[in-house]
């Protein structure tokens, strides 16, 4: 008989990413984005028409801080999902919105990682100007700003571009954060070797 193979981050990270990407080639796969400037962060991001976040939760971890994290997602992503062992199902799914996405990550006979969706995400409404300007750099800001003919100089403080970003609509600013993190994403693809997604099966279903 095989030893159970304990399901770690990365195994389901691997298997998510290479699921996202079948789903959307041209859309960015962001590992460990930071949230609210570093009081939170999302395990992955997707970005293409929507900004979509991943909780990923292993064997090894725990729910401990499971509500501080869905606030920190719901400040900035427009649709959520956990991705999680078994073991956290039952507790996952009491705890957490209706609108977020259960996805179950399990490994299958031969050791591979498989996802199966358990309930879809839906559109979160909780969305706030705050959580979204803070997910741009400096330079990003500037050339959004700077776009919309809005006046800055080059050494205003980063949390003066923020709060001119924040008094954007909060449908253009979704547009410009996600427009603001693929342009970043591709900056740093291009200095990346295209990683081998040849191990892992990644298939929901």
């Known amino acids: 008989m095989q030893p159970t193979l304990c399901l770690l981050d990365k195994h389901i990270r691997e298997a998510l990413k290479a699921t996202l990407r079948k789903q959307d080639s041209t859309a960015a796969i962001i590992d460990v984005l930071p949230l609210m400037r570093g009081k939170g962060r999302a395990d992955l991001a997707f970005v293409n028409g929507e900004l979509c976040g991943f909780e990923i939760k292993s064997e090894a971890d725990s729910l401990v801080r499971l509500g501080m994290q869905t606030e920190n997602y719901e400040g900035v992503f427009e649709f ?32 591979r990682t498989k996802l199966a969706p358990r309930r879809p995400s839906q559109r979160n ?5 705050r959580g979204l300007a803070r997910l741009l750099w400096k330079n990003e800001c500037l050339y959004i700003l700077r776009r919309m003919e809005i006046e800055t100089r080059p050494h205003t403080p980063v949390i003066e571009l923020w709060n001119l970003i ?27 070797t295209p990683c081998d997604d040849s191990h892992t099966t990644g298939a929901i279903g």
């Open 125 to 129: 409404h909780n969305l706030t100007n």
């Open 166 to 192: 924040e008094s954007l609509g909060t449908p253009l600013l979704c547009f410009e954060v996600r427009e603001a993190l693929k342009r970043r994403q591709a900056r740093v693809a291009a200095q990346q």
């Open 80 to 111: 959520n999902t956990i991705v999680a062992a078994p073991k956290h199902l039952e507790l996952a799914s009491s705890r957490l919105p209706s609108t977020w996405g259960i996805i179950e990550a399990f490994p299958d006979l031969g050791g």
